[in-house]
């Protein structure tokens, strides 16, 4: 067997047994993501101590800044929820379009929203105003157990939905106001040092949650005691939920290390593929073999920018290669990647239902986006 045949019979052994492993088996997420990885190393002929390097370099990278940013979350998530201010905003939002054509004023926002900021903080920040409302009708959720359920409240006595949308937007204006300072401010620039202080997911969270603290605790009759009672609670399941998403970067990591993804990459590149759709096919591919979509869009763009050469391309079309590459790295989400396990445990879905819905959704919009891209190249190209 080849080196290179090895590497992806590895992706595969390894993917395989920790899909059985949480599926059949019911293993916990953490353990079983934890078991692939290390069968993905050594199959992979990776030396076990760097396989064990690869798993701690993994799970520290991934939870480096998302674990500040989920246990923040969690806590602005549960004032939100105690306070009434996620219902207010429910309502609001479905006061204007109906509880049928909910989905387009979300849909809106997710938009925006996801502009600025990378896919996790904006799911962190969203998804309160999801919960026990907008629930699609043949899957079975839960309601995770770090939210109680609703409690029926006067309207009088609920936040004002501009409020809870201002709190919304805090976080979402200071990393806008960062990635401005970094195009339009130079380096050394201090109002620009002072954005990009400001503006990480990490301090705009903490500036957020702190707000929330005190607009939806202290000064709507919780006591100081309360509140941190409340904040204390909150992170208690937000503990798996960190855990199982470092698992997902541990086995990232491992994908990466070992170089499969590498291996597909290059064996793609070596296809005489129309370039818009293997743009896409490298960056779906290791988008599937090593779950980051970060890092397969960066592997894919390096690979399409080294193939493209010196062709002079008008900018309309380059900027097409760009979204291929970005629809081939949304497709598929699952178990090696975080934001699949992300949704798994905010939304209390069972693995399968993940796989119905979320993996599912990833591969529509994957799929849509391409056909799209394909449709114009050929009309205007």
Known sequence: MSQDTQLIVAAVTGIALILFLIVRTKLQAFVALLLGSLVVGITAGMPFAGVLESMASGMGSTLATIAVVVGLGAMFGRMLEVSGGAESFAAALLARSGERHAQWPLLAVGFIVAIPVFFDVAFIVLISVVYGSFIARHVTARRPEHLPEPEQRASAALPSPWLIAALIAVPLVLIVGNTAGTVLLDEGDPIRTVLALIGHPMVALLVTTLLCFSLLGTRRGYSREQVQELATRALEPAGIVILVTGAGGVLKQVLIDSGIGDVLSDRLAATAMPTLLLAFVIAAAVRLMQGSATVAMLTAAG??????????????????????????????????????????????LSVPDTFRTWTVLTTIASLVAIALILAIAAVFY
Not at 304 to 317: F, H, K, R, T, Y
Not at 321 to 345: C, E, K, M, P, Y
């Open 303 to 348: 690979l399409v920018a080294a193939l493209l050469g010196e062709l002079e391309l008008a900018p309309s079309l380059k900027a097409l290669h760009v979204i291929a590459i970005a629809a081939g790295a949304t497709i598929a989400s699952h178990v090696n990647d975080s934001g699949f396990w992300l949704v798994n445990r905010y939304l209390g």
